[in-house]
Nanobody, 120 residues
Framework: QVQLVESGGGLVQPGGSLRLSCAAS????????MSWYRQAPGKERELVAA????????NYADSVKGRFTISRDNAKNTVLLQMNSLNPEDTAVYYC?????????????WGQGTQVTVSS
């Protein structure tokens, strides 16, 4: 049974930092591309950052480049999102995503989300 459990969200003041963590189980983590998405009220879910199975060349949304860092620990089945210099526009529910292939079939799983609120 695939599980993605996010943690680390909360309320932070503008300019502050948070680190989100996603603990994965039920699949071969080292063979999955991992991503963080977010969805703000009234908006579509958007890709924030993605990291390949090797951890090299992560991709970021333009709005978070230079502020957010995605990383993964294949030994701990964990993907992290370090968020610095947060601003109110970063307020959203943040979701962890895992994508992998088993044979010719592609699998895509989501966590339950963690709320990040940036406000003074």
């Amino acid at each position: 049974q695939v599980q993605l459990v996010e943690s680390g969200g909360g309320l932070v003041q503008p300019g502050g930092s948070l680190r989100l963590s996603c603990a994965a189980s039920g699949f071969t983590f080292s063979r999955a591309g991992m991503s963080w998405y977010r969805q703000a009220p009234g908006k579509e879910r958007e890709l924030v950052a993605a990291i390949s199975i090797t951890g090299g060349s992560p991709n970021y949304a333009d709005s978070v480049k230079g502020r957010f860092t995605i990383s993964r620990d294949n030994a701990k089945n964990t993907v992290l999102l370090q968020m610095n210099s947060l601003n109110p526009e970063d307020t959203a529910v943040y979701y962890c995503n895992a994508t992998f292939w088993v044979g010719a079939r592609k699998y895509n799983y989501w966590g339950q989300g963690t709320q990040v609120t940036v406000s003074s």
